[in-house]
């Protein structure tokens, strides 16, 4: 258990879950929704937290959040890659196609 139900984390919880998220991914399920867990649990995470390491899956699992840090430049790679296999297949209207 990170912390009492409906309550923030404490510092040595916040402690501990900052130093493992600098050596592994950290997976935290639960039975409550997104708002608490902003609350309770990233609102209390410092700054520095590599949340990248973090995947959350409120509401006992049933939905999967989790951080991503991309490059600008890997991703207009990518977008241009996907955009022109797009348009060597001959795709409708590729503009209405989220790719990020």
């Not at 592994?24 to 990248?52: C, D, M, T, Y």
Request: net charge negative.
């Amino acid at each position: 258990m990170l912390a009492e139900s409906k309550s923030p984390l404490d510092a040595e919880m916040v402690e501990l879950l900052t130093s493992l998220l600098d050596i592994v991914k950290v997976a935290v399920i639960s039975g409550v929704a997104w708002p608490h867990f902003e609350k309770q649990v990233l609102a209390n995470l410092p700054h520095h937290a590599r949340l990248e390491q973090l995947s959350i899956l409120p509401t006992c699992g049933t939905k999967f959040y989790q951080f991503v840090v991309r490059d600008p430049q890997e991703t207009k790679r990518v977008t241009e890659a996907i955009s022109a296999c797009l348009s060597d297949t001959q795709v409708a209207n590729p503009t209405e196609v989220s790719y990020v």
